[in-house]
C-alpha cells in the first residue's frame, strides 16, 4: 500500500499569516490515466472531514481561495495563504488509488 | 440536497458484531462509490473499503479483509458496512463517505466496544 507521510505534526500559526503543509507519497502518485488523484480533506473539530482539494490543486466547491495545492510525483504541499480562525483543525492527504490511504493528519492552531 | 445519515451509536462487547447503516438521500445511490472510513478517538483517518452500490462488488483495505463484510439495499438507497471479532480498539467513529464529485460525508457512528 502507499504510504502517505504528513509533516509538520502540529502547525501553530498567527492569524493573517501562512501556513504550509507537507505530504510525501512513498511511490509517485501519477496513475496511468495520467491524473495525480491527491486530495486534501479539512476536519475541523467534533466535525466530519470535508475535503478542500482533489487532484493536487483544484479546489473543491465552496473552498476559499486561500486554499491551494501543489505538488506532483510524491511530493505534494497545502497552503493557506492567511490562515483564519475557522482554518483551526487537522488536515489529511490522501491518495485516491486503490487502495486509499490517508497521511497521519497535521493539527494546524492559532498561536 | 445530498445527505447521509447513519445509524446511532453502539456498545458492543469484544468478538461481538456491529452493523452500521447510512441511508443515502439526494442523489442517484447507484451512481456512486460508498467507501467507508473510521477514526479512533483521538487519532487519525483511516480508509476501510467501499461498494459499488449498482453492482455491490467491494474493495476491502487488507486489515479488514476476512473482518470487513459491505452491503447495500438499492430499494432505500442504504449501504451497510458490519465488523466482525470486535476488538476494544475497533473502538472508532464510523463514517460513510461519498468521495467522487463533491464529497459528502454521514455524520459518523460511534462504536465503542468494551467487556
Known amino acids: 500500500d502507499v504510504v502517505m507521510t504528513q509533516s509538520p505534526l502540529s502547525l501553530p500559526v498567527t492569524l493573517g499569516q501562512p501556513a504550509s503543509i507537507s505530504c510525501r507519497s512513498s511511490?509517485?502518485?501519477?496513475?496511468?490515466?495520467?491524473?495525480?488523484?491527491l486530495n486534501w480533506f479539512q476536519q475541523r473539530p467534533g466535525q466530519s472531514p470535508r475535503r478542500l482539494i482533489y487532484?493536487?490543486?483544484n479546489r473543491d466547491s465552496g473552498v476559499p481561495d486561500r486554499f491551494s495545492g501543489s505538488g506532483s510525483g510524491t511530493d505534494f504541499t497545502l497552503k493557506i495563504s492567511r490562515v483564519e480562525a475557522e482554518d483551526v483543525g487537522v488536515y489529511y492527504c490522501?491518495?485516491?488509488?486503490?487502495?486509499?490511504?490517508f497521511g497521519g493528519g497535521t493539527k494546524v492552531e492559532i498561536k | 440536497q445530498v445527505q447521509l445519515v447513519q445509524s446511532g451509536a453502539e456498545v458492543k462487547k469484544p468478538g461481538a458484531s456491529v452493523k452500521v447503516s447510512c441511508k443515502a438521500s439526494?442523489?442517484?445511490?447507484?451512481?456512486?462509490?460508498m467507501h467507508w472510513v473510521r477514526q479512533a478517538p483521538g487519532q487519525g483517518l483511516e480508509w476501510m473499503g467501499r461498494?459499488?452500490?449498482?453492482?455491490?462488488?467491494?474493495n476491502y483495505a487488507q486489515k479488514f479483509q476476512g473482518r470487513v463484510t459491505m452491503t447495500r439495499d438499492t430499494s432505500i438507497s442504504t449501504a451497510y458496512m458490519e465488523l466482525s471479532r470486535l476488538r476494544s480498539d475497533d473502538t472508532a467513529v464510523y463514517y460513510c463517505?461519498?468521495?467522487?464529485?463533491?464529497?459528502?460525508w454521514g455524520q459518523g457512528t460511534l462504536v465503542t466496544v468494551s467487556s
Open positions: 463517505a461519498r468521495l467522487t464529485g463533491p464529497d459528502y
Open positions: 439526494g442523489y442517484t445511490f447507484t451512481g456512486y462509490y
Open positions: 461498494i459499488n452500490p449498482n453492482s455491490g462488488g467491494t
Open positions: 511511490q509517485s502518485l501519477v496513475y496511468s490515466d495520467g491524473n495525480t488523484y
Open positions: 487532484k493536487v490543486s
Open positions: 490522501m491518495q485516491g488509488t486503490h487502495p486509499l490511504t
